[in-house]
């Protein structure tokens, strides 16, 4: 069997008996039940992925990766594409949001090289599998072979096992990309069914001329290709992004693992529902960060059933709101592991009223 | 003049010129021109507080007041009273949520003792400044009188000016006091016009015949004593409690000395509420972190022009809320400091499309 298939039959269900001493534990925690709301099922849904009853997470990672989009050349972006290369060499450099983000909440930043098209220097921190020096014109061609689809996403797959077989418990997924939008809005239609006027947003900042030319863009690749929805490979190489299933690949192969996936923003978003159309079981392992300003992500919560945790109004990518999401992930974890419960501090739980 | 008017008017507009220089930065760092949201807003507002473009936070605290409340004796709580004593003493032992989510974000827990009944014992951690042993109940009599309203209010204002004099730079609020989302909704109802029933919530989890009882015993304190909301004092007075008198000072005490406020939920809610009405241009400092369960919290939110950076379905108090957010607003200021700019990364900062 290939990789991907034997990860996809490694996502099992949740772990029950973990999910229910975790919830019982909550509830003898000094506090009234339920009132840490989001941050008690948290926890809880951490303990059902991981199997503990009380979950430490000790080395957060995000997962950045970066690809060109053959699509760009459309003028579907407000950046030109050598800004892919530019923003990596930023991340090796620390300079990005998402270093300083990740400082803040104590998480590493694994950068990976999925498909550069200006190719990249060598550097001790770039993880370097490119499938090829970005995809094609989605709008022309497929964006990339069958075979390409596969490796993209099997490379996600090694890197974040490669990733959790060295000590990382929590993983958070970015991307990089100009032209990605476009990718994942096309995703999302053809997945979700949703009209690609409904799912496409401005991006980093396209004018209402740029934006009616994505949409028009990614309806001419949809029409062009006709992916079929019930085939999350199919719909990746006719008009995804290396990056893109990369990540997917990220997120089966954590939940592989019993790792807790954070998705970011809304190209993770298209990720998580080729990651969902190749495994439905993956559905609980996936948390998701944050709203995004991009229209397209309540088409990705509404397929998932999922609910974020917070809306900041961001739109950055490159698992910016992620690792934010991790930190709040730490904190349940902890608010579990670490509060005295009633008979500990000795703190009445009788109710007082008559 | 007194500690409070010296306080009031100490409270200046904000630094118009720090504002312009950080607003202008955002826009040379390495990320499309808002992408990333309200943390952009939030390093600009602080920036504007603190009157420094790049503004760092190297000591962020919690101050978490506890007072008793004669009102509990009234069924209003699912808890009896002595549990605000016993939740004090898990604070001083670390084992309550906000010792671990403080612990999480790297900030101070400074517990003050405004008026706990049953008396508190000795403790290094704790500091000690009971205006009286809880206040008297409001549906007799008013809840303090007016000397001790205003000595609430200074001793918030002396604690966390001591605080800031040692060097803390980021002030969250938080309270314990069983019966105070009462007083709470109480003062936010004299304050905002708004009735009882419409800013009544469960607590920490009344049930149904208890929250008609606590809407009752609001309805018939401001019956009773009709408190003057233009005058703070009188309703902090008539209605209020000394934690939340003290947690007002906090917020004007801070204020005063261009040190941001980071406001937890309900019962923080209408302290801020009682500091607006003493000096309305307060309002600029205050940082809202959450939307809290309790269903008056929109008033408050209204009557600030106010929006919360999130809603978890927290409904714990403590400054539970309010730590969390505090590591939003250090992330934000570590953006808008630690970024590179597109100058520094070599990165095309002009429009790709024709």
């Given at each position: 069997m290939s990789l991907l298939a034997t990860t996809i039959a490694a996502i099992g269900p949740l772990d029950t008996t973990a999910r229910a001493a975790a919830a019982a534990r909550q509830d003898r925690l000094t506090k009234p039940q339920g009132a840490l709301g989001r941050l008690e099922q948290l926890a809880i849904q951490i303990a059902a992925i991981t199997g503990r009853e009380r979950p430490q997470i000790r080395r957060p990672a995000v997962v950045v990766m970066a690809a060109d989009h053959g699509?760009?050349?459309?003028?579907?972006?407000?950046?030109?594409?050598e800004v892919t290369t530019q923003m990596v060499l930023n991340f090796l450099a620390g300079g990005a949001a998402i270093n300083v983000l990740a400082r803040h909440v104590g998480a590493e930043v694994l950068v990976v090289d999925?498909?550069?098209?200006a190719g990249l220097p060598e550097h001790p921190a770039l993880i370097r599998r490119p499938v090829a020096s970005g995809t094609a014109d989605m709008t022309i061609e497929p964006a990339m072979s069958r075979a390409q689809a596969q490796q993209a996403v099997e490379t996600g797959i090694a890197v974040v096992q490669e990733a959790i077989a060295a000590g990382i418990d929590l993983v958070a997924t970015g991307d990089m990309g100009i032209g990605n939008t476009t990718a994942s809005s096309a995703i999302v239609a053809a997945l979700s069914g949703v009209t690609p006027a409904e799912v496409t947003g401005r991006g980093t900042g396209v004018d209402d001329a740029g934006l009616a030319r994505k949409i028009a863009v990614i309806e001419q690749a949809l029409a062009l290709?006709?992916?079929?929805?019930?085939?999350g490979l199919d719909v990746l190489a006719k008009v995804g992004g290396f990056e893109i299933g990369g990540l997917a690949g990220v997120m089966l192969g954590a939940a592989a693992r019993r790792v807790p996936v954070v998705i970011d923003g809304f190209i993770s978003g298209a990720a998580a529902l080729l990651a969902y159309a190749l495994a439905p079981q993956i559905q609980p392992y996936l948390i998701a960060a944050h709203r995004s300003v991009e229209r397209g992500h309540q088409a990705v919560f509404t397929r998932l059933d999922s609910e974020p945790l917070?809306?900041?109004?961001?739109?950055?990518?490159?698992?910016s709101g992620a690792v934010l999401a991790q930190s709040l992930c730490i904190a349940a974890c902890r608010i579990l592991d670490e509060m005295a419960t009633f008979g500990e501090a000795g703190v009445s739980n009788r109710p007082a009223v008559e």
């Open positions: 699509v760009a050349q459309r003028g579907v972006s407000a950046y030109p594409s999925m498909g550069v098209a290709h006709r992916p079929d929805p019930r085939d917070f809306d900041l109004g961001l739109r950055l990518g490159e698992g």
